[in-house]
């Protein structure tokens, strides 16, 4: 899981000043997707989440990312 490999460099990187995830849109947030959010907000640190493989969707209406991505 990705604690293990970036825990450290994220908790300890001091020039750290934000955060980019690539998220699959056909499948949305996963719980290691919130997982590394919720770590990354103890440090505060903006996140952009960029959705990706929107070209692979048939139908743009039933993406799984829908729920989240007008979240602020």
């Keep these: 899981m990705w604690d293990k490999e970036l825990g ?6 001091t020039s750290l000043r934000g955060c ?3 998220v699959d ?3 949305g947030l ?4 919130m997982a590394l ?4 907000a103890k440090r505060q640190l ?3 989440i960029v959705l990706s ?12 990312a829908a729920r ?3 979240r602020a």
């Design 53 to 64: 493989k929107a070209d692979k969707l048939k139908n743009v209406k039933n993406r799984p």
């Design 8 to 13: 450290s460099y994220l908790s300890e990187r």
């Design 25 to 27: 849109c056909r499948r």
């Design 46 to 48: 903006p996140v952009h």
């Design 37 to 40: 959010l919720a770590f990354v």
């Design 20 to 22: 980019v995830m690539i």
């Design 68 to 70: 989240h991505e007008n």
């Design 30 to 33: 996963l719980e290691r997707d």
